[in-house]
């Protein structure tokens, strides 16, 4: 979701976002790798020698939607083809709490997941230069930040879930105070619909010079900012912005995703 900010109604004055394991950055656990082949078998002749059917790769029943694919909640590590997140790193670490026809859920991080959790709760610091010019992490998501795997679902071997980008400016949002707008009857902001000016490395409402506002606010709560409200509170809006759509063979899932570049780029997983 590639936002802008709205200039319909923002003046611009001067410059006119089955095994324990141990507990991971991403909150989930890392299961001990599970073997999906069968092992039952014994000694003899081959099961290309004696006429058997060949060993599945699944567990029995991998096509039952009644049958969750523990063996594959967990840990799995890889990389994007042809992409470099902020920090030049091409790696992607998805840690799934569930998967299975009835709930695919965890996290995601792209970038260097060993890295220190960025910290949104005070936006000012990732403004551009307070110009009104919109979150700088609105585009692709966020470098190290663990974003929830949303819509999220399994059939048969595919796996698809879909990040929201916005997910970055969720706690400030919901601190926010819903607005009663004055000019669109019924609607809610975060922040009053006004004009607003910027200069000297300040906003204002109306004009430079005039009550000083945070630019945050109106970076972050315009109409087509992350944060939304109603009457009661206020939250972020939800979006497809990176779309991950994948096929999982064993201990390795490949696919790709959309919403990184102009097209979809080549995503590749292995099982820790």
């Given at each position: 979701?590639?936002?802008?900010?709205?200039?319909?109604?923002?003046?611009?004055?001067?410059?006119?976002?089955?095994?324990?394991?141990?507990?991971?950055?991403?909150?989930?656990?890392?299961?001990?790798?599970?073997?999906?082949?069968?092992?039952?078998?014994?000694?003899?002749?081959?099961?290309?020698?004696?006429?058997?059917?060949?060993v599945?790769?699944?567990?029995?029943?991998?096509?039952?939607?009644?049958?969750?694919?523990?063996?594959?909640?967990?840990?799995?590590?890889?990389?994007?083809?042809?992409?470099?997140?902020?920090?030049?790193?091409?790696?992607?670490?998805?840690?799934?709490?569930?998967?299975?026809?009835?709930?695919?859920?965890?996290?995601?991080?792209?970038?260097?997941?060993?890295?220190?959790?960025?910290?949104y709760?005070?936006?000012?610091?990732?403004?551009?230069?307070?110009?009104?010019?919109?979150?700088?992490?609105?585009?692709?998501?966020?470098?190290?930040?663990?974003?929830?795997?949303?819509?999220?679902?399994?059939?048969?071997?595919?796996?698809?879930?879909?990040?929201v980008?916005?997910?970055?400016?969720?706690?400030?949002?919901?601190?926010?105070?819903?607005?009663?707008?004055?000019?669109?009857?019924?609607?809610?902001?975060?922040?009053?619909?006004?004009?607003?000016?910027?200069?000297?490395?300040?906003?204002?409402v109306?004009?430079?010079?005039?009550?000083?506002?945070?630019?945050?606010?109106?970076?972050?709560?315009?109409?087509?900012?992350?944060?939304?409200?109603?009457?009661?509170?206020?939250?972020?809006?939800?979006?497809?912005?990176?779309?991950?759509?994948?096929?999982?063979?064993?201990?390795?899932?490949?696919?790709?995703?959309?919403g990184?570049?102009?097209?979809?780029?080549?995503?590749?997983l292995?099982?820790?």
């Amino acid at each position: 979701m590639n936002r802008r900010i709205a200039v319909g109604w923002w003046l611009l004055a001067g410059m006119v976002i089955a095994c324990s394991g141990t507990e991971n950055r991403l909150g989930g656990v890392e299961n001990q790798r599970v073997s999906s082949a069968n092992s039952s078998g014994t000694g003899g002749a081959s099961g290309a020698d004696a006429g058997e059917a060949p060993v599945p790769l699944y567990p029995a029943g991998f096509g039952d939607p009644g049958s969750p694919h523990t063996f594959a909640a967990g840990t799995w590590t890889g990389y994007v083809e042809n992409y470099r997140s902020a920090d030049g790193s091409d790696s992607v670490t998805v840690e799934f709490d569930a998967l299975s026809e009835t709930a695919v859920t965890g996290k995601i991080i792209l970038g260097d997941a060993s890295a220190p959790v960025p910290d949104y709760s005070n936006p000012d610091q990732y403004l551009t230069g307070k110009n009104f010019g919109g979150a700088p992490n609105d585009a692709v998501p966020a470098n190290s930040y663990p974003f929830t795997l949303v819509d999220g679902k399994l059939t048969g071997s595919r796996v698809q879930f879909i990040v929201v980008n916005d997910e970055i400016w969720d706690a400030w949002c919901v601190q926010q105070t819903p607005v009663r707008d004055t000019t669109i009857l019924g609607q809610y902001g975060c922040i009053a619909n006004v004009q607003y000016a910027y200069g000297n490395n300040e906003c204002y409402v109306g004009m430079v010079g005039g009550p000083r506002v945070d630019c945050a606010q109106i970076d972050l709560c315009d109409y087509g900012g992350p944060c939304a409200c109603n009457a009661t509170q206020c939250y972020i809006q939800s979006g497809e912005d990176a779309r991950f759509d994948l096929s999982m063979q064993d201990d390795r899932m490949d696919g790709s995703v959309a919403g990184l570049s102009s097209g979809a780029l080549n995503v590749h997983l292995t099982k820790m």
